[in-house]
């Protein structure tokens, strides 16, 4: 599920990118104008065992069997270096010799000796979402995710985070749990003041209690411009990257298609939308696999094997059997993409809207993306890969950087 919120695959790119979004956001000069940054899950979530997510029990231990934890601190030191404001801790527990097998919101080495003393981060540091207090979420009773720590009471969670030295605890909603602390003597002043007068130096650089009010007047000239949302789809259009291309696009305008988990109305007044029949090609849109997961909160995590079980594939196969055959895969994960590689057109998506695909197939606006990851040949290479190496899958069926033509 973590894979949508990066970058991809290269820790440089990754890297780069990364500082370009945050000096966007900040503007030249951070102040009133600016927004304010969490650039998150410190130290990296992406070594997580079996590709499982820190938030539940079964996907807690990140691993470094490559020994490759610095490559995964270089982004957030060149978020460091780029300016950002805070920083948001992972739910993981680090498996690396020494460790404390605590979640990383209560490790003191991570927060203060790798976060604040070895990279010199003094902007506000977060918790994720959570770790004191039981939460219900979309109807799930989810168990606060203080890995290591389970059990501790809330209080006394609170004062091992604060010891690590976190200043704010996301998604908490009991702040008399850390008066109490303090009240009681577990926790100084000057060790609360030290957090609260980084968060009011945040408020105060945003203008925050000069302007008390937003500007609702200001609102409609500000949010939903045509001009931003035609850039937003122009640029959603250019990150399509065309994997394979049988069949020379862009298509003329009026081709018959028949559409399969696409908008109708998207394609109004450029293609002519027909039955299978009458089709000259299929145009069909999927989800990059995955395994679902039970309750409502879980269920939104996409996670598990990367590749069609049996029906799903014999399902889709068939739909590319049809004739002439688009494919649109939607890559929130890498995916297996070696059963449907038949398809005369194989196309990656990011999330794109339909529109901004019609665009691309007509050619409205070129489809300029590369991947941002490789995409393995087998589950089996996925299985026999190290989780904290990136391009450590043995032949991938296409790789980082690639899209077709060069």
Not at 68 to 88: C, K, N, S, V
Not at 365 to 373: A, I, S, T, V
């Given at each position: 599920?973590?894979?949508?919120?990066?970058?991809?695959?290269?820790?440089?790119?990754?890297?780069?990118?990364?500082?370009?979004?945050?000096?966007?956001?900040?503007?030249?000069?951070?102040?009133?104008?600016?927004?304010?940054?969490?650039t998150?899950?410190?130290?990296?979530?992406?070594?997580?065992?079996?590709?499982?997510?820190?938030?539940?029990?079964?996907?807690?231990?990140?691993?470094?069997?490559?020994?490759?934890?610095?490559?995964?601190?270089?982004?957030?030191?060149?978020?460091?270096?780029?300016?950002?404001?805070?920083?948001?801790?992972?739910?993981?527990?680090?498996?690396?010799?020494?460790?404390?097998?605590?979640?990383?919101?209560?490790?003191?080495?991570?927060?203060?000796?790798?976060?604040?003393?070895?990279l010199?981060?003094?902007g506000?540091?977060?918790?994720?979402?959570?770790?004191?207090?039981?939460?219900?979420?979309?109807?799930?009773?989810?168990?606060?995710?203080?890995?290591?720590?389970?059990?501790?009471?809330?209080?006394?969670?609170?004062?091992?985070?604060?010891?690590?030295?976190?200043d704010?605890f996301?998604?908490?909603?009991?702040?008399?749990?850390?008066?109490?602390?303090?009240?009681?003597?577990?926790?100084?002043?000057?060790?609360?003041?030290?957090?609260?007068?980084?968060?009011?130096r945040?408020?105060?650089?945003?203008?925050?209690?000069?302007?008390?009010?937003?500007?609702?007047?200001?609102?409609?000239?500000?949010?939903?411009?045509?001009?931003?949302?035609?850039?937003?789809?122009?640029?959603?259009?250019?990150s399509?990257?065309?994997?394979?291309?049988?069949?020379?696009?862009?298509?003329?305008?009026?081709?018959?298609?028949?559409?399969?988990?696409?908008?109708?109305?998207a394609?109004?007044?450029?293609?002519?939308?027909?039955?299978?029949?009458?089709?000259?090609?299929?145009?069909?849109?999927?989800?990059?696999?995955?395994?679902?997961?039970?309750?409502?909160?879980?269920?939104?995590?996409?996670?598990?094997?990367?590749?069609?079980?049996?029906?799903?594939?014999?399902?889709?196969?068939?739909?590319?059997?049809?004739?002439?055959?688009?494919?649109?895969?939607?890559?929130?994960?890498?995916?297996?993409?070696?059963?449907?590689?038949?398809?005369?057109?194989?196309?990656?998506?990011?999330?794109?809207?339909?529109?901004a695909?019609?665009?691309?197939?007509?050619?409205?606006?070129?489809?300029?993306?590369?991947?941002?990851?490789?995409?393995?040949?087998?589950?089996?290479?996925?299985?026999?890969?190290?989780?904290?190496?990136?391009?450590?899958?043995e032949?991938?069926?296409?790789?980082?950087?690639?899209?077709?033509?060069?």
């Amino acid at each position: 599920m973590r894979v949508a919120g990066t970058y991809g695959e290269d820790s440089a790119t990754v890297a780069a990118l990364t500082a370009a979004q945050l000096r966007g956001l900040h503007g030249a000069v951070f102040g009133d104008s600016s927004i304010s940054t969490m650039t998150k899950h410190f130290p990296g979530c992406g070594p997580q065992r079996d590709g499982e997510d820190p938030r539940f029990v079964y996907g807690k231990e990140q691993d470094y069997p490559g020994g490759r934890m610095e490559e995964h601190l270089a982004p957030f030191i060149a978020a460091i270096a780029a300016g950002t404001r805070q920083i948001l801790l992972s739910y993981g527990v680090p498996t690396w010799p020494g460790s404390a097998g605590v979640g990383f919101c209560f490790d003191r080495d991570v927060v203060t000796g790798i976060l604040r003393e070895r990279l010199g981060f003094d902007g506000i540091v977060s918790t994720d979402w959570g770790v004191i207090n039981d939460l219900n979420l979309l109807g799930q009773d989810m168990p606060a995710p203080a890995w290591g720590l389970e059990e501790l009471t809330p209080e006394q969670r609170i004062l091992r985070a604060l010891e690590a030295g976190v200043d704010q605890f996301g998604g908490e909603y009991r702040p008399e749990l850390v008066v109490d602390l303090v009240r009681g003597g577990a926790v100084t002043q000057d060790r609360l003041d030290a957090s609260a007068a980084r968060i009011l130096r945040e408020k105060f650089a945003l203008g925050l209690f000069d302007q008390r009010r937003v500007d609702v007047d200001r609102v409609p000239e500000l949010v939903g411009q045509p001009r931003d949302v035609a850039t937003g789809r122009e640029l959603q259009t250019r990150s399509l990257t065309v994997l394979g291309d049988r069949i020379g696009l862009p298509l003329a305008p009026g081709t018959a298609v028949h559409l399969d988990g696409l908008d109708p109305i998207a394609f109004g007044g450029i293609a002519t939308v027909v039955g299978p029949e009458e089709a000259q090609l299929t145009i069909v849109r999927v989800e990059a696999p995955f395994e679902p997961r039970a309750g409502g909160f879980e269920a939104l995590f996409h996670a598990g094997s990367l590749e069609l079980d049996d029906a799903a594939a014999a399902a889709l196969s068939a739909k590319l059997a049809t004739g002439s055959t688009i494919l649109v895969v939607d890559l929130d994960r890498p995916a297996i993409l070696r059963p449907h590689v038949e398809a005369d057109v194989l196309i990656a998506a990011f999330g794109a809207s339909d529109r901004a695909i019609v665009d691309g197939l007509f050619g409205r606006q070129p489809m300029e993306g590369r991947l941002p990851f490789d995409l393995p040949s087998s589950e089996a290479h996925v299985e026999a890969s190290r989780t904290d190496v990136a391009f450590d899958t043995e032949s991938p069926l296409f790789t980082q950087g690639f899209r077709a033509g060069g």
